[in-house]
Structures are given as C-alpha cells and as structure tokens.
C-alpha cells in the first residue's frame, strides 16, 4: 500500500500505511530483543562461529542505515584498513552489534551532524568504533549504559526502550569482549565495540 503498487491512493492513506509499517519494524526489534536477551540469560543462545573479512559487513550496515541518516541529512562514513581484517566469529551477532550502535549514534545525533563507523586491529582485537557529532555520554551515565532498560540522559525525548545497548554488550561478552563509551575526537560520543576475534591482520 505504502509502495502504491495497486494503484495510486490518497497521500493520507500512504503516510498512515508507512506509519504502520515503521510502528511495525520497531515492535519487531523489540521482540527479537528481547528474545535474544532471554536467550543470552538462559545460557542457551550459541554462536556460530566463521572465519569471514568483517570489511564487508561493516560496509553493509553503513549502507543499511543510510536511509535513516538522511532524513536527518546526517553524513554517515566508514573508514576500514585496506588489507583484511579476518576474524573468527558470529557473522549475526556482529551484524547485529553494529546495527545497534550505528542506530543509536544516528538517533541521537542532530540533524546535519555526521557518524562515523570504523574498523581496525589493535592489541590483537578487533575494534569497532562509532563516533558521532551529538551530545556526547555524561561519564556518570556511562557506567550503567549497556544495561538492560537504562538510557542516557540524551534519550529522554527519544523512542526506544534501553535493550539494545543491552544486547550489544551481551553479545560482546560471549565473543570474550566489551562495550565501552568515550568521548569522540571533536566532541560527540565514540561507542567501542572490542572482541578478541582477530583470525589475522596486517
């Protein structure tokens, strides 16, 4: 109906089919979530581990998100290393740590603001980086973020319920890494992702 795919229909009925379908995606999110969590708890969710170039896939979640970011006219970048950055993980999880972080960062930056995603090798970890041009973390919320249903001062007027900083770091802690939050080169919020997953890098 959105996609007028029928036949044109009124711009009314079109905006209240896009308002159900994106009211639908969000209760989606929830649930999965949710589920995962749950799973997570349980000690009953298991990885599926691969050896695959994590380039790609940061990549396509970039691309994934891009239609968010310029709604808000956010530029939205990634910056990766030339040679591989091979690692031995859970291609889903990864997926969906990134989808999470990048979505957060492009929620709560201003429009006109940027986000930018990285990759790259230190310490032998892999380190997934989002930095973006908002308001930044108070260093006293960032201890309990990352915590189910807690949100930062930031996402006061926001939508969301505080589970996917949750199931980020829960997700990291099963691959053996962390979630971490600092303060982005030029102001803004930079959100870690480290995991101890590197199969090679140069």
């Given at each position: 109906i959105e996609r007028q795919l029928f036949g044109?229909?009124?711009?009314?009925?079109?905006?209240y089919a896009g308002l159900i379908r994106k009211s639908g995606t969000h209760l989606l999110g929830l649930v999965n979530d949710l589920l995962d969590l749950s799973k997570i708890d349980a000690g009953r969710y298991d990885l599926e581990l691969e050896e695959f170039d994590v380039r790609p896939l940061v990549a396509e979640v970039v691309r994934l998100s891009a239609d968010s970011a310029e709604r808000k006219q956010i530029q939205l970048g990634v910056v990766t290393l030339e040679p591989p950055l091979?690692?031995?993980a859970d291609e889903r999880a990864l997926r969906r740590m990134l989808i999470n972080v990048v979505g957060n960062a492009i929620k709560f930056t201003p429009e006109s603001g940027r986000v930018m995603v990285s990759a790259r090798a230190a310490n032998g970890s892999l380190l997934l980086d989002t930095a973006d041009s908002g308001p930044g973390i108070p260093e006293a919320e960032r201890e309990k973020l990352g915590q189910a249903y807690e949100r930062g001062s930031g996402g006061a007027t926001a939508e969301g319920t505080g589970l996917g900083l949750s199931l980020v770091r829960a997700l990291a802690a099963l691959h053996g890494g962390t979630l971490t939050f600092h303060d982005a080169p030029g102001g803004g919020a930079l959100v870690r992702i480290a995991l101890p997953v590197l199969v090679s890098a140069a």
């Open positions: 044109e229909i009124g711009a009314r009925y079109v905006e091979v690692v031995r």
